[in-house]
């Protein structure tokens, strides 16, 4: 069996101060990072195009509107 200074020899640094049922590792989401926006952003205009695409494929009323504005 180990004593307590061979124990802290191998204990990693920070470990026994976290108050009991927290084991010391941060478990705060990271923050939201600017890559994280922007694929947001394009993960909204893919789901909308294709939406758009499924009414325009079923509808012909809705491509000849979604034609005019585009030509």
Known sequence: ???RSEQSAITPAGDGSAPPGNSGISTAPPPVTQQDTM???ATEW???AMQTSKQM???EDFRREVAKRLF
């Open 1 to 3: 069996m180990l004593n």
């Open 46 to 48: 893919i789901q909308s």
């Open 39 to 41: 694929r947001d952003s």
């Open 57 to 59: 494929h079923c509808n």
